[in-house]
């Protein structure tokens, strides 16, 4: 870093080795390269760079110089464009495609629920009661082809409701196990934080293990299995919290919002005639895949090559959540896995057998916005975790893959 004329400062970029123009009041910011877009800590001249200052980097501080890059999401409608070049990107269109014809809108919810479905993962969704998510899960199991299972989670539901248990049967006078409704292949837990602790906890082995064990026998559940779980962030009467452990168990938390207003006239259009939806799934909407090939689909989906880079790229992002401060609570490595998986399955999804940034900025909030706790000074502040992570993915500097 040098001086330049009056009040101007030359800092040379680590990344590029190429020289920004700054002015001297960016002194204890941070400057973006417009040439690669890295960031520069800018240190007054006779302040050499330490090992303290690197410590201390703040990835809320202001950013000067050149604008940075937006780090949004693209809508679904814009990311499923083109001609289909290989046999996942085929399926993923011919996918959305027929979902398109009953459900409207919601790019987040479909997209980051096949990113899921093709992953082996389960998705918590929240919104508020009537955007449709009932009929967007059946729609999808009517679309993959799979069955659909529903669980109406309520304060007296037992564990024995979930999982099934063993009944005495007159005929052979012995217990028999009569499986419960999670023995399907796509299930939507309805209003899961109505129910009591103990129920959720009986979701626990069948998330991660998939399977069900019940008087010491265990009961494998049909591949693929996925769990999609609702519930209400509005009513807080009579809900309980799901646990940590349980919500580290979903690979995305998809906060479903109010259709914009021309897809809601869409929708208004589409649902008035009082056609039965049973019979609309049924005529309307075509089966494009089965279980077996989507069993496939996920073994192939691992493979998609992922760069080193962007392996450090991931394991920074998680990491950064453990030093926010208005965090009390960081994501933990199974935030990198998901993020790794669902990266995966996005470029197989765009056609491509490797991973690009842009995949894993795509799913990054949905990966890690329930996996992060806020402390109470944030919460009484009005901070919103989405936001916060929307900062923190500006200041993690993108890798530029070869």
Same mark, same amino acid.
């Given at each position: 870093?040098?001086?330049?004329?009056?009040?101007?400062?030359?800092? *040379?970029?680590?990344?590029?080795?190429?020289?920004? &123009?700054?002015? $001297?009041?960016?002194?204890?910011?941070?400057? $973006?390269?417009?040439?690669?877009? &890295?960031?520069?800590?800018?240190?007054?001249?006779?302040?050499?760079? #330490?090992?303290? &200052?690197? $410590? *201390?980097? !703040?990835?809320?501080?202001?950013?000067?110089?050149?604008?940075?890059?937006?780090?949004? +999401?693209?809508?679904? &409608?814009?990311?499923?464009?083109?001609?289909?070049?290989?046999?996942?990107?085929?399926? @993923?269109?011919?996918?959305?495609?027929?979902?398109?014809?009953?459900?409207?809108?919601?790019?987040?919810?479909?997209?980051?629920?096949?990113?899921?479905? @093709?992953?082996?993962?389960?998705?918590?969704?929240?919104?508020?009661?009537?955007?449709?998510?009932?009929?967007?899960?059946?729609?999808?199991?009517?679309?993959?082809?799979?069955?659909?299972? /529903?669980?109406?989670?309520?304060?007296?539901?037992?564990?024995?409701?979930?999982?099934?248990?063993?009944?005495?049967?007159m005929k052979t006078q012995e217990f028999e196990f009569?499986?419960?409704?999670?023995?399907?292949?796509?299930?939507?837990a309805d209003e899961i934080n109505r129910a009591p602790?103990?129920?959720?906890?009986?979701?626990?082995?069948?998330?991660?293990?998939?399977?069900?064990?019940?008087?010491?026998?265990?009961?494998?559940?049909?591949?693929?299995?996925?769990?999609?779980? =609702?519930? *209400?962030?509005?009513? #807080?009467?009579?809900?309980?919290?799901?646990?940590?452990?349980q919500l580290d168990r979903f690979m995305f938390k998809?906060?479903?919002?109010?259709?914009?207003?021309?897809?809601?006239?869409?929708?208004?259009?589409?649902?008035?005639?009082?056609?039965?939806?049973?019979?609309?799934?049924?005529?309307?909407? #075509?089966?494009? =895949?089965?279980?077996?090939?989507?069993?496939?689909?996920?073994?192939?989906?691992?493979?998609?090559?992922?760069?080193?880079?962007?392996?450090?790229?991931?394991? /920074?992002?998680? /990491?950064?959540?453990?030093?926010?401060?208005?965090?009390?609570?960081?994501?933990?490595?199974?935030?990198?896995?998901?993020?790794?998986?669902?990266?995966?399955?996005?470029?197989? @999804?765009?056609? $491509?057998? @490797?991973?690009?940034?842009?995949?894993?900025?795509?799913?990054?909030?949905?990966?890690?916005?329930? /996996?992060?706790?806020?402390?109470?000074?944030?919460?009484?502040?009005?901070?919103?975790? !989405?936001?916060?992570?929307?900062?923190?993915?500006?200041?993690?500097?993108? +890798?530029?893959? !070869?």
């Amino acid at each position: 870093m040098s001086e330049h004329e009056s009040n101007q400062l030359i800092v *040379n970029c680590d990344n590029c080795n190429s020289s920004l &123009s700054v002015n $001297r009041s960016a002194i204890g910011k941070k400057a $973006r390269c417009p040439k690669c877009e &890295s960031l520069v800590m800018v240190l007054a001249p006779e302040k050499p760079i #330490s090992p303290e &200052s690197q $410590r *201390n980097y !703040d990835p809320f501080a202001e950013v000067v110089v050149a604008e940075q890059r937006p780090m949004e +999401p693209k809508p679904l &409608s814009s990311i499923k464009k083109g001609e289909a070049e290989t046999p996942m990107q085929r399926l @993923f269109q011919n996918v959305t495609e027929e979902i398109s014809k009953v459900f409207v809108g919601q790019d987040e919810l479909v997209l980051t629920t096949l990113v899921a479905m @093709f992953s082996g993962g389960h998705v918590l969704i929240e919104s508020v009661p009537g955007l449709g998510k009932t009929l967007f899960v059946r729609t999808l199991g009517r679309v993959l082809g799979l069955d659909f299972g /529903r669980i109406q989670f309520t304060a007296d539901l037992m564990p024995s409701d979930v999982t099934g248990a063993p009944i005495f049967s007159m005929k052979t006078q012995e217990f028999e196990f009569r499986r419960g409704p999670v023995f399907t292949q796509l299930l939507l837990a309805d209003e899961i934080n109505r129910a009591p602790a103990k129920t959720h906890a009986a979701l626990l082995e069948i998330m991660q293990e998939k399977n069900v064990t019940v008087d010491g026998t265990t009961h494998e559940l049909p591949p693929p299995f996925m769990v999609l779980a =609702t519930q *209400n962030p509005i009513e #807080s009467e009579g809900t309980y919290n799901l646990p940590e452990a349980q919500l580290d168990r979903f690979m995305f938390k998809i906060a479903a919002d109010y259709p914009s207003e021309q897809e809601e006239a869409e929708i208004l259009m589409l649902h008035s005639t009082q056609k039965d939806l049973d019979m609309r799934l049924q005529d309307d909407i #075509s089966v494009v =895949t089965n279980a077996a090939e989507i069993n496939d689909c996920i073994q192939r989906n691992g493979e998609v090559t992922v760069d080193p880079k962007l392996v450090n790229y991931i394991n /920074r992002l998680v /990491r950064r959540t453990r030093a926010v401060p208005q965090f009390h609570m960081g994501a933990s490595p199974r935030a990198g896995i998901a993020l790794m998986q669902g990266a995966r399955t996005l470029a197989a @999804f765009m056609g $491509r057998d @490797f991973a690009v940034p842009d995949d894993v900025v795509q799913i990054a909030i949905p990966a890690m916005r329930h /996996r992060v706790i806020l402390t109470a000074e944030a919460e009484v502040e009005g901070q919103r975790t !989405d936001q916060l992570l929307a900062e923190m993915l500006r200041g993690v500097e993108v +890798p530029r893959l !070869d």
